[in-house]
């Protein structure tokens, strides 16, 4: 049975599909430790959780643009990067380092997406079609 489909709008194209992991806070990825992916940043909402090849879904970035791309830069490096974002208030600096380094990444989802979903739940990002399903 197909999954609850949610409409959008592609900041990076690609299609990633994975298990959720929702952040509270905004994500500082030079706070997040590129040999395990795990968000080192104190008092953070994912704080000692790993975003490596999840679905990361947060409500924007923080940091400098240095910082930011050089942070998910070295977690791509590592192989620990999320497989996709999912982005409530983008930035340039988040959004340029997604198209860059080519992890699908999306915006504007529909809000009942927000209602429904729930950590480690399934989640397809097909940004080519500007398409989230929740399985």
């Known amino acids: 049975m197909p999954g609850k489909q949610f409409m ?12 959720v992991m929702i952040s509270r806070d905004a994500v500082c990825f030079y706070l997040v430790a590129p040999e395990t992916g795990i968000v080192k940043e104190k008092n953070h909402s994912l704080e000692g959780s790993s975003v490596a090849g999840k679905i990361l879904v947060m409500p924007s970035g923080k940091g400098s643009s240095v910082v930011q791309a050089d942070g998910l830069y070295k977690l791509m490096k590592h192989d620990k990067a999320p497989k ?21 990444a999306v915006y504007r989802v529909d809000r009942g997406f927000y209602e429904n979903l729930k950590d480690g739940q399934k989640v397809t990002v097909d940004a080519d079609n500007e398409i989230v399903t929740l399985e």
């Open 84 to 104: 996709a974002m999912v982005i409530e208030h983008p930035d340039t600096v988040l959004v340029s380092s997604a198209i860059v380094m080519e992890i699908p």
């Open 8 to 19: 959008c709008r592609r900041i990076s194209a690609g299609k990633a599909e994975g298990e």
